[in-house]
């Protein structure tokens, strides 16, 4: 069992940065596939971005490669998400999740078993 809890959202303009937090509880976390979702009002989940329980794979949806990057740090149970150069169609709640396949760089929500509460990121233009 892997509880998760996001943080770090907030306003920002089109153009800034957002450093997103996710923390950890559980022992197990350091062995999971870690990912980042975001949901739009009125709009499916989408998919942004996973890392290997090692934190030397990562993968990322098109629309936020070379803008946002993935990151972990298994000592402190916290996955991070770095967001650069916000647009204002990166305006979503977005979601912390876990699979506990040690790399699983899955873009369906499906394939993950636990998921944080959502933290909202609102871009501003």
């Known amino acids: 069992q892997v509880q998760l809890a996001e943080s770090g959202g907030g306003l920002v303009q089109a153009g800034g940065s957002l450093r997103l937090s996710c923390a950890a509880s559980?022992?197990?976390?350091?062995?999971?596939?870690m990912a980042w979702f975001r949901q739009a009002p009125g709009k499916e989940r989408e998919f942004v971005a996973t890392?290997?329980?090692?934190?030397?794979?990562?993968s990322y949806a098109d629309s936020v490669k070379g803008r946002f990057t993935i990151s972990r740090d298994n000592a402190k149970y916290t996955v991070y998400l770095q967001m650069n150069s916000l647009k204002a169609e990166d305006t979503a709640v977005y979601y912390c999740?876990?699979?506990?396949?040690?790399?699983?760089?899955?873009?369906?929500?499906?394939?993950?078993?636990?998921w944080g509460q959502g933290t909202q990121v609102s871009v501003s233009t």
């Open positions: 999740a876990a699979n506990p396949n040690r790399y699983y760089p899955s873009s369906s929500a499906t394939s993950y078993n636990y």
């Open positions: 890392i290997s329980a090692s934190g030397g794979r990562t």
């Open positions: 559980g022992r197990t976390f350091s062995s999971y596939t």
